[in-house]
């Protein structure tokens, strides 16, 4: 179980109106609005200077792209409160897991560095001792996506953010296996029937069946994790 208390997160973002976005509705808006978590936007462009107030340049030793300031970025960084853990989003960082996320969810506050252009000065991450996270192998148009991945996760795992907590230690990924198939009323749709077992009271069987569904489930679609699970036993 997470603290009680309200999780701070930062994004540095050069496109704040991209938040709250998704977090902004249904769960997470909510939660907002009651103050269990909270949202600072930093606008990198406002730490830009000159005339131009550009906040990226081209890269040395050539190439395509942009690529964003050191100064520009240093000083945002500079603003957050002391102490606050910092991650760059990154298709080079540590993949995101479940694992990860419960890490990240026991700490109060989070900084989140969205990059844009081909990436970052490099020196801006040796520099501050950042971490980058991936949340997988594809390639996103900027961070500010993964950045509301990553909140989603860590914020349902807070408490007080669920109505019923017991629905998380039964969810995809909880010891390495997906999970089970759901079903609801009505009994029988479009000819296809509830599995009987379900419909039996009988919780115990329901357990057992579940167990099964859930290892046949990981060792079809998922060998790796499967894998995982049998290495634990
Ligand atoms: N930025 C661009 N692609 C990304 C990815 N896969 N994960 C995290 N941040 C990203």
């Known amino acids: 179980m997470t603290p009680n ?29 009651k103050k269990i978590w909270s949202l600072n936007t ?3 462009r406002d730490f830009a200077t000159g005339v131009h107030k550009s906040v990226d ?3 040395y030793g050539g190439g395509a792209g942009m ?30 897991t479940q694992k990860k996320v419960k890490e990240l969810a026991k700490n109060d506050s989070i900084g989140l560095l969205c990059g844009r252009y081909e ?28 950045a509301q991945v990553i909140l989603d996760a860590i914020l349902r795992l807070r408490e007080g953010f669920m109505g019923d907590q017991t629905s998380l230690n039964q969810e995809s990924f ?14 029988v749709w479009k ?10 009271g009988h919780h115990e069987k ?9 290892e046949e489930l990981t060792k079809e679609r998922r060998p790796d994790l499967w894998a995982k699970t049998t290495e634990i036993k």
């Not at 990436?119 to 900027?142: A, F, P, Q």
């Not at 000819?191 to 039996?200: A, G, R």
Request: one cysteine or more; glycine letters at 8%.
């Open 5 to 33: 208390t309200c999780f701070n997160a930062h994004v540095l973002t050069l496109f704040p109106e991209m938040f709250p976005g998704t977090l902004g509705i249904a769960l997470a808006g909510k939660a907002l609005e």
């Open 42 to 44: 930093i606008n990198i």
């Open 57 to 59: 340049d081209t890269p």
């Open 67 to 96: 690529v964003m300031r050191p100064d520009v970025v240093g000083r945002a960084i500079e603003t957050l409160p002391e102490n606050t853990p910092l991650y760059y989003l990154s298709p080079r960082g540590q993949p995101l």
């Open 119 to 146: 990436g970052l000065d490099e020196r801006v991450l040796k520099h501050y001792n950042i971490t980058e996270i991936s949340i997988g192998d594809y390639v996103l148009s900027g961070g500010e996506v993964a």
């Open 174 to 187: 909880e010891n390495n296996l997906l999970e089970y198939p759901q079903y609801t009323r009505p009994n």
């Open 191 to 200: 000819n296809l029937s509830v599995p009987e077992i379900l419909l039996s």
């Open 206 to 214: 329901i357990e057992q069946w579940r167990q099964k569904c859930s």
